[in-house]
């Protein structure tokens, strides 16, 4: 399942557009940036950032501006109505989900629940 900017579940930034694009092309032809939902971390769940070339049908695949980003089925459920964003200042350069699911969060942002 492919979506545009405007129709997605989840929604990619401009900056994290660019600096996916910026990161994709370093890798391999047909690259994509897998970002997942795994269980762990002090408040429950916790991102996951990934280098694919595969995809499974089921995926969600996000396009803008040159990035691909490839969601699964189950992290999707979780990862449904959230902006990526990319956010470059003086605490570093990270990206950052903003996830209206997430009820609490640990200090450092890494991980969530729901």
């Known amino acids: 399942m492919s ?3 405007v129709d997605a579940p989840v929604e ?7 600096r996916i694009s ?4 370093t890798e391999p032809e047909g690259s994509f940036l897998r970002i997942g939902v795994d269980g762990g971390g002090c408040s429950g769940f916790t991102y996951t950032y990934k280098i694919e070339t595969q995809r499974d049908d089921e995926d969600l ?3 803008r501006d040159g990035a691909l980003v490839l969601i699964d089925p189950v992290s ?5 109505g959230c902006r990526i964003d990319f956010i470059n ?5 990270m990206f950052k989900i903003e996830n209206p ?9 890494s991980s969530f629940a729901v």
């Open 89 to 93: 200042n003086l605490m570093g350069r």
């Open 3 to 5: 979506e545009t900017a």
């Open 22 to 25: 910026e990161i994709l092309k």
């Open 101 to 109: 699911a997430a009820t609490a969060s640990c200090g450092c942002g």
């Open 61 to 63: 695949v996000l396009e």
């Open 76 to 80: 999707l459920e979780i990862l449904r």
């Open 12 to 18: 990619m930034s401009e900056n994290a557009a660019l």
